[in-house]
């Protein structure tokens, strides 16, 4: 549409900044036509309930009660917790929690994995106050810890601790081109801050087979060809963790079979070598006085005759057999909302604006020449951007109040 060579490193605007555009202008095609028409993740947006149903009477009807998320075309519910009593229970995600104990900053990492022994993205407990983008902060508290540890998992910029941690660009946890945020989304909890929930993203219960692991290392001492294992402090292990040594004496796959004493445990497998170094030890249900872990599990029965369904085409959960026993601020759903197609005029409209946006670029005279014998750059960008919200105004929803 501008008749402009490819975009690189060394054009200006670069592909970097082209691409950054674009972001701005995808975020100014959903404010316009008031949907979105990529998928954005909505957290915690909290309802309240109101039951249309007698319970007795909801089997026939399919449902006692229903909300209206505020996004329509949803792609996927996340997390659904619903107020019962004394707490709130999940209902809708395949779903595993970690909780930080009092020796939480002995944790060294946090790991997610993929089904079948799959992909594993590990977020690291950063050693010298500043983190990295892969990394997370424990030198503050619980609380602080577990919001640096959900940005990680989120791939978010850390708005919430940067202010303590000096952080100035986005987590980012990756293994090639593959990256944690496109598995899993994390929430707080909000009756304790020393918890945070992980839910997977794929479909249904097949998040139920992630694994979520948390390790800590310790200095290590063994003899060759024994499996006994002096550690600095077995109050903090377990049986079944598995055992790294940092010099490769000790076999792969090997685990704590038993804690002998304070400073004793045994091995599974027999050392290789003799020596001393760092052991890692990693467990997938938590470490005593340093974290809690639940594993993952799957909680989600959507079926019309199950604990709830939706129409994500309307943004609607109706309730069935499990729901909220209160009223008032009693749902709390993240979800992933978007259309799933985008439509040719939208796709103008927005190809529209990114050239617009280009023109206004620092020094667009680089790429974009001005003659004497064409329109300015200036009525250019006019003409675009009026063509383009032109097409958007007609593709806005309209949304009904009926009294």
């Known amino acids: 549409m501008l008749q402009v060579p490819e975009f690189t490193d060394l054009t200006n605007p670069t592909e970097s900044q082209v691409g950054d555009i674009i972001k701005r202008v995808e975020g100014m095609v959903d404010d316009k036509a008031k949907r979105s028409y ?18 007795m009477f909801s089997y026939y009807g399919g449902y006692v009660g229903f909300i209206q998320l505020s996004q329509m075309k949803v792609r996927k519910i996340i997390s659904l917790r619903v107020w019962q009593g004394s707490q709130y229970v999940e209902i809708a995600s395949a779903q595993a929690s970690i909780t930080l104990l009092d020796n939480f900053r002995d944790l060294t990492s946090v790991t997610l994995q993929l089904p079948n022994s799959g992909t594993e993205f590990t977020i690291t407990v ?6 990295l983008a892969s990394e997370f902060d424990v030198s503050f508290g619980k609380k602080t810890a577990i919001a640096e540890l959900a940005h990680a998992v989120n791939e978010e910029f850390p708005s919430n601790t940067s202010q303590f941690t000096g952080a100035t660009s986005a987590k980012s946890v990756n293994v090639g081109s593959r990256h944690i945020s496109d598995y899993f989304f994390s929430t707080k909890d909000s009756e304790n801050g020393a918890r945070l929930f992980i839910s997977s993203l794929l479909s249904g219960e097949d998040g139920s087979d992630c694994a979520l692991k948390a390790s800590i290392q310790q200095a290590i001492t063994h003899v060759n060809a024994s499996t006994n294992l002096v550690v600095a402090d077995s109050s903090k292990l377990k049986v079944g963790m598995t055992i790294v040594d940092n010099n490769s004496h000790i076999p792969s796959n090997t685990t704590i079979t038993a804690i002998v004493d304070s400073t004793n445990v045994t091995m599974s497998n027999a050392a290789t070598q003799s020596g001393s170094g760092t052991g890692t030890f990693t467990s997938s249900n938590g470490i005593p006085t340093v974290c809690d872990v639940e594993i993952f599990t799957d909680k989600n029965d959507m079926r019309r005759l199950g604990s709830y369904w939706t129409i994500g085409d309307e943004g609607r959960i109706f309730f069935l057999q499990d729901y909220p026993y209160h009223t008032q601020n009693s749902v709390v759903v993240s979800y992933i909302a978007g259309s799933g197609r985008v439509p040719s005029a939208i796709h103008e409209a927005a190809t529209k604006l990114t050239c617009a946006e280009i023109l206004r670029h620092d020094d667009q005279t680089i790429l974009i020449a001005e003659t004497g014998g064409n329109i300015s750059i200036k009525e250019k960008y006019d003409i675009l951007r009026k063509e383009a919200f032109e097409i958007l105004s007609g593709k806005s929803d309209i949304v009904y109040f009926i009294d």
């Open 126 to 131: 950063s050693t010298d106050g500043t983190p």
């Open 38 to 55: 990529r998928p954005i993740v909505h957290e915690n947006e909290v309802h309240n309930f109101e039951f249309t149903r007698h319970p």
